[in-house]
T-cell receptor, first 116, second 112 residues
Framework: EAQVTQNPRYLITVTGKKLTVTCSQN?????MSWYRQDPGLGLRQIYY???????DKGDVPEGYKVSRKEKRNFPLILESPSPNQTSLYFC???????????????FGNGTRLTVT | DAKTTQPPSMDCAEGRAANLPCNHS???????VYWYRQIHSQGPQYIIH???NNETNEMASLIITEDRKSSTLILPHATLRDTAVYYC?????????????FGTGTRLTIIP
């Protein structure tokens, strides 16, 4: 089944303890992206990747890192999490990153992160 | 990228057509209009997209005005399962920086 898989679904951690949220897609998609969702603020883009080894900042990149060493994986890294990073996180992918955008985004089921 | 404006909430009676408007007055010629919906806290689900012609698929219809400054998503026979937050976004349709901005969307409630 074609899908975007995020892990874990739920994560509770403490301030300063490094964590990684994994994202994997099995559709050979070029484009991948991370979003966070907070009440009243909608979905905000954190980082995106146009292809392997190509990443760029979205609208709210501070406090996050990403890597794209393989086409299928796009992990989100929080080196030193803080309580203001408590949020619902979504990973997404689409077939093409450039050219005509006839390639919808496919989203994972989300990771709910709580930083205490 | 063009910004979009949507009403924060709407109600629709079950079985009726739900018409969700979106304003994107600063849209450029190569920007596609996309619609997604999010049920509870699940991942957003793709519904439909278009450039300038009206589009229809098994889920919905998309009507884009001739000047492309606004569009309407139509769910022809709304059911209770269509209760969700609906997002209208525009996406650059050519080479360039890929940045997407989801606004706060429209919370659609289907009334039995």
């Amino acid at each position: 089944e074609a899908q975007v898989t995020q892990n874990p679904r739920y994560l509770i951690t403490v301030t300063g303890k490094k964590l990684t949220v994994t994202c994997s897609q099995n559709m050979n998609h070029e484009y991948m992206s991370w979003y966070r969702q907070d009440p009243g603020l909608g979905l905000r883009q954190i980082y995106y990747s146009m292809n392997v080894e190509v990443t760029d900042k979205g609208d709210v990149p501070e406090g996050y890192k990403v890597s794209r060493k393989e086409k299928r994986n796009f992990p989100l890294i929080l080196e030193s999490p803080s309580p203001n990073q408590t949020s619902l996180y979504f990973c997404a992918s689409s077939l093409r990153a450039q050219g005509l955008y006839n390639s919808p985004l496919h989203f994972g089921n989300g990771t709910r992160l709580t930083v205490t | 990228d063009a910004k979009t404006t949507q009403p924060p909430s709407m109600d629709c009676a079950e079985g009726r057509a739900a018409n969700l408007p979106c304003n994107h007055s600063t849209i450029s010629g190569n920007e596609y209009v996309y619609w997604y919906r999010q049920i509870h806290s699940q991942g957003p689900q793709y519904i439909i997209h278009g450039l300038k012609n009206n589009e229809t698929n098994e889920m919905a219809s998309l009507i884009i005005t001739e000047d492309r400054k606004s569009s309407t998503l139509i769910l022809p026979h709304a059911t209770l399962r269509d209760t969700a937050v609906y997002y209208c976004i525009v996406r650059v349709g050519n080479f360039g920086n890929e940045k997407l901005t989801f606004g706060t969307g429209t919370r659609l409630t289907i009334i039995p």
